[in-house]
């Protein structure tokens, strides 16, 4: 079969098309050539509604139909033939040849023209024409498929993405939410533990406290009964003393002897009593470094015969707090004690210093003495915990009773063969009393 180089051109072009409009329009010149029609009115099948659509329609100038009435009649009729018979080409009436457009028996449109028959010189090329069309029309419906699903391939894609983001989002709301919690819980964790400690070191002191209460109640009802005899047997020791001036030198090493532990039991009396003076004392402003300085002069002669140098460093200015000045020189002079106790060797030495920092006053004294063993260092201040075998354990705790009902604070560091640092705070607050 030879092929019109019109036909040819056109069958190249509608391969070529871009879409299926400009198929059509390529087919329908062909096919106005090829059968010189009244109309021609293509259909293009819809898979959804599985059926006809309306494609192109062309109207002959000879037509007097509209062109609205012309495709509406065109649809209903080839819909009709569609569902009697979906395969053959076929007149429907005098003016109306119906020619289903199928591939692999599946159809993809139809051809509708306005001519009785298709001319028989016309037939093989309007076959060819037609296989083409369904060809290239099948061929346009599945490309139109595959970008339609390609579209929502990409669509879904999109979707999954914006997904994931959102999922990233939560995600890293659940991380700073979890850390947020973690953070929380740990501070928790610190507060129970700050708390459980503050309440056991309030309960040590209450046990500490009620032991001085008995240790005062106690010493004060032996004060009563013992004072009176004490004070004749010192008052007798004097006599003696005095009428056995003459003796042999081992009676009066002996007298001395008494007379020191009588000393020492009056001493003892003293300290165990104040722990039951009442807890009131002075509000009245207190000069510190006048207060150091007084402890210096007062400790001067017993430290120098110990060969001990007590050397002061005094801040130039000191802020007034308010409190007992005869009760904070208790505590420095126990603190002293204690540190000439622990004192060694040639160059034995102790700092007593005063520094200002805001609204505290610091004194500190510190030793080159022994120092204090690590484990000793928690039960320091407990009453009557002692290292010395004629120790009594309560210059401390006395000591810590005074600060704070001061409002003040004392702690120790210490490091064995090193030495000893007490640091003691009192706060300047309010306004003092006046003498
Ligand atoms: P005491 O002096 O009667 O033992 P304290 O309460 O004053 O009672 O002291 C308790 C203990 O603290 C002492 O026995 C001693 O072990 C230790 N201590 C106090 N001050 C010092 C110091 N400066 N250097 C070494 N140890 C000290």
């Not at 109309?39 to 062109?67: H, K, M, N």
């Not at 139109?144 to 669509?155: I, N, Y």
């Amino acid at each position: 079969m030879t092929i019109m180089p019109d036909l040819a051109c056109t069958l190249a072009n509608m391969l070529c098309a871009g879409s299926v409009e400009q198929t059509l329009s390529f087919a329908l010149a062909s096919l106005i050539t090829l059968t010189q029609p009244q109309w021609v009115c293509f259909l293009l099948w819809d898979v959804d509604l599985q059926r006809y659509i309306v494609g192109e329609t062309w109207l002959s100038d000879a037509t007097e139909q509209s062109p609205a009435a012309l495709r509406r009649l065109v649809l209903r009729q080839a819909n009709t033939a569609y569902l009697s018979d979906p395969h053959t080409a076929r007149r429907l009436d005098t003016t109306a040849w119906y020619h289903p457009l199928n591939v692999h028996a599946a159809p993809v449109g139809a051809v509708c023209l306005g001519v009785e028959q298709i001319p028989r010189e016309a037939q093989p090329a309007y076959d060819l024409l037609i296989r083409s069309l369904s060809q290239t029309l099948y061929t346009n419906a599945r490309l139109e498929q595959a970008d339609r699903e390609r579209a929502e391939l990409e669509s879904d894609r999109q979707r999954l993405e914006q997904l994931l983001r959102a999922v990233e989002v939560q995600q890293r709301t659940i991380d700073q939410l979890l850390a947020a919690e973690r953070q929380l819980s740990a501070s928790l964790e610190a507060k129970v533990e700050e708390r459980t400690a503050a309440l056991r070191a309030a309960q040590n002191r209450l046990i500490q406290s009620e032991k001085l209460a008995v240790i005062g109640q106690l010493a004060s009802s032996l004060a009563h009964e013992l004072n009176n005899p004490l004070q004749a047997i010192e008052s007798g020791l004097g006599l003696v003393m005095t009428e056995l001036d003459g003796a042999a030198p081992e009676v009066q090493q002996d007298l001395t002897i008494i007379a020191q532990e009588l000393e020492r039991i009056q001493t003892i009396f003293r300290q165990m009593l104040d722990f039951y003076r009442p807890v009131s004392h002075d509000h009245l402003p207190l000069d510190v470094n006048a207060l150091c300085d007084g402890v210096r002069i007062l400790m001067r002669k017993r430290l120098q015969e110990a060969g001990i140098a007590l050397q002061l460093q005094l801040a130039d200015s000191l802020p007034t707090p308010c409190g007992d000045s005869n009760q904070i020189k208790k505590v420095l002079l126990n603190l002293i004690l204690n540190a000439a106790e622990a004192a060694r060797g040639d160059a034995a030495h102790i700092e007593l210093a005063t520094t200002a920092q805001g609204e505290t006053v610091h004194i500190t004294l510190t030793d080159n003495g022994s120092g204090i063993a690590p484990e000793h260092l928690p039960r320091l201040f407990e009453p009557l915990f002692t290292t010395k075998t004629r120790g009594l354990g309560l210059g401390l705790a006395i000591s810590r009773e005074i600060i704070e009902r001061h409002g003040g604070k004392i702690s120790v560091a210490s490091a064995l063969g090193t030495g000893t640092t007490f640091t003691i705070t009192l706060p300047v607050t309010g306004v003092c009393d006046h003498e």
